[in-house]
């Protein structure tokens, strides 16, 4: 049985661009049920999206919060890969790996996985990347927003898997420093002893 988060979550664009303020989606959908978030954050999802949030929630419809953003045609980002430095921070940011490329080689977008979020436009030192129109099949396909929140669960899951193996490595290293240093302190109070002792 779907909760109300998962209700409310169903119907955003799943676009994760945090124009509403939350760190993608669901967490969006999560504010709204705890009544920590209005109804009117979603630029993507628009007047359209309010009203179906409205309609889920048994409330009035409210006009798109200008502190988020305005309401405008959904893009798919494009990388001119002429200009591309390969500086991957268009990769780093995306939401749902939807860029692909390697360290100083060419970039490019999987414009079926592109949710249209921009955030990649500010990352890119070098401006190479333009914003074109998202074909009207993608913007209403409910499949396609299916496949956005698996690819950004699955990069939020990767990510986390990724900050805990940094932190298990880390407290490793700090034991071994902590080990070495104990060695050192080991020795020298055994020494400073030997030098205590009475001599014969």
């Given at each position: 049985?779907?909760?109300?988060?998962?209700?409310?979550?169903?119907?955003?664009?799943?676009?994760?661009?945090?124009?509403?303020?939350?760190?993608?989606?669901?967490?969006?959908?999560?504010?709204?049920?705890?009544?920590?978030?209005?109804?009117?954050?979603?630029?993507?999802?628009?007047?359209?999206?309010?009203?179906?949030?409205?309609?889920?929630?048994?409330?009035?419809?409210?006009?798109?919060n200008?502190?988020?953003?305005?309401?405008?045609?959904?893009?798919?980002?494009?990388?001119?890969?002429?200009?591309?430095?390969?500086?991957?921070?268009?990769?780093?940011?995306?939401?749902?790996?939807a860029?692909?490329?390697?360290?100083?080689?060419?970039?490019t977008?999987?414009?079926?996985?592109?949710?249209?979020?921009?955030?990649?436009?500010?990352?890119?030192?070098?401006?190479?990347?333009?914003?074109?129109?998202?074909?009207?099949?993608?913007?209403?396909?409910?499949?396609?927003?299916?496949?956005?929140?698996?690819?950004?669960?699955?990069?939020?899951?990767?990510?986390?898997?990724?900050?805990?193996?940094?932190?298990?490595e880390?407290?490793?290293?700090?034991?071994?420093v902590?080990?070495?240093s104990?060695?050192?302190?080991?020795?020298?109070?055994?020494?400073?002893?030997?030098?205590?002792?009475?001599?014969?």
């Amino acid at each position: 049985m779907p909760t109300l988060a998962d209700r409310i979550d169903a119907l955003l664009p799943q676009t994760q661009c945090e124009q509403c303020g939350y760190h993608g989606c669901r967490p969006y959908a999560e504010a709204i049920v705890n009544g920590e978030a209005d109804i009117n954050q979603c630029p993507p999802g628009g007047s359209e999206g309010i009203a179906k949030l409205a309609a889920l929630l048994g409330c009035a419809p409210l006009a798109l919060n200008p502190e988020n953003g305005e309401e405008k045609p959904r893009t798919l980002a494009r990388i001119v890969e002429a200009e591309c430095i390969g500086c991957t921070k268009c990769i780093q940011v995306c939401p749902v790996d939807a860029i692909v490329g390697a360290n100083k080689l060419m970039h490019t977008v999987i414009a079926d996985d592109c949710t249209g979020c921009e955030r990649c436009v500010p990352a890119c030192p070098v401006d190479c990347i333009v914003l074109e129109p998202m074909p009207p099949e993608q913007v209403n396909d409910p499949a396609h927003a299916d496949v956005a929140r698996a690819h950004f669960q699955r990069r939020e899951a990767r990510l986390a898997a990724q900050q805990t193996q940094r932190e298990a490595e880390l407290a490793q290293r700090k034991a071994q420093v902590h080990n070495a240093s104990q060695s050192v302190l080991d020795a020298l109070a055994r020494a400073k002893a030997r030098k205590q002792e009475p001599k014969p």
